[in-house]
């Protein structure tokens, strides 16, 4: 079992830059790919950017690329999500995941592959 607790969230301007951390307990991190989702209200969970084990492989939702970046640091068991020129249709409460049955170098966007799920952060972008 790995427990997942995401923080950085807030409220900025459109424009602005947040961090997202997402640091796992319980097990290490590097036996999972690893995914971060949103959700708005009304809306379904959608994926956003996904990190293979390899650290190397990601996946990233035509919405965001070329704005957000994921990142792992296995040594400090951690998942970063880097966001820029963030849009008011940004916000979204924010989760991070991970999946213990991808292949090395691959990480899924389908939210069912995934078996821990931490509790969100909530992101608001004002116009």
């Known amino acids: 079992q790995v427990q997942l607790v995401e923080s950085g969230g807030g409220l900025v301007q459109a424009g602005g830059s947040l961090r997202l951390s997402c640091a796992a307990s319980?097990?290490?991190?590097?036996?999972?790919?690893m995914g971060w989702f949103r959700q708005a209200p009304g809306k379904e969970r959608e994926f956003v950017v996904g990190?293979?084990?390899?650290?190397?492989?990601?996946a990233y939702a035509d919405s965001v690329k070329g704005r957000f970046t994921i990142s792992r640091d296995n040594a400090k068991n951690t998942v970063y999500l880097q966001m820029n020129s963030l849009k008011p249709e940004d916000t979204a409460v924010y989760y991070c995941?991970?999946?213990?049955?991808?292949?090395?170098?691959?990480?899924?966007?389908?939210?069912?592959?995934?078996?821990?799920w931490g509790q969100g952060t909530q992101v608001t972008v004002s116009s």
């Open positions: 995941a991970a999946d213990a049955g991808s292949l090395y170098s691959y990480s899924s966007p389908r939210k069912e592959v995934y078996d821990y």
């Open positions: 319980g097990r290490t991190l590097s036996n999972y790919a």
């Open positions: 990190i293979a084990r390899s650290g190397i492989n990601t």
